[in-house]
């Protein structure tokens, strides 16, 4: 039996997001942008689908990982209206993602912003317009029951 472990729900979806490395202390990109996809979202992180997660020599998860002091800076837009939110987060696990011919990377965050700032509530509610759509879609053509 698997005990769930998570501090909050996650909800499914299907949001295009850019990833850049980021140091916190300057703000200085130190790679990116990195093109994803949230496929599963909470109050506290999100899983990611990407691509790509190296460039040049950094490592989207294990550089970031190296020092407290780097960052993901995620950008969402959220669709309809494409409401465009930035978070920052700390990546927590990695692992590969293999459906038929498709190979990517899954990339588990946790969101450094506490769940219960103003931005974090205006983007839970950005999400909840169409969600049930996107995540339907994104679990029906994708992902199914390999997420």
Excluded at 45 to 72: D, I, K, P, W
Aim: net charge positive; hydrophobic share 35%.
């Amino acid at each position: 039996m698997i005990t769930e472990l998570r501090r909050s729900k996650r909800i499914t979806d299907y949001l295009p997001i850019l990833v850049n490395a980021k140091s916190e202390a300057t703000g200085r990109r130190l790679a990116g942008p990195f093109s994803g996809r949230i496929i599963d979202i909470s109050e506290h992180g999100a899983c990611l689908l990407m691509t790509q997660v190296m460039q040049n020599s950094y490592h989207v998860f294990h550089s970031t990982r190296e020092e407290n002091s780097r960052v993901l800076q995620l950008t969402i837009n959220i669709p309809p209206e494409n409401i465009p939110f930035s978070i920052t987060a700390h990546p927590v696990w990695l692992d590969l993602f293999r459906r038929d011919q498709i190979r990517a990377f899954k990339m588990g965050i946790e969101f450094l912003s506490n769940p219960g700032s103003e931005q974090m509530k205006h983007m839970r509610k950005a999400i909840k317009l169409q969600q049930k759509k996107r995540g339907d879609w994104g679990t029906s053509h994708t992902l199914s029951d390999r997420t």
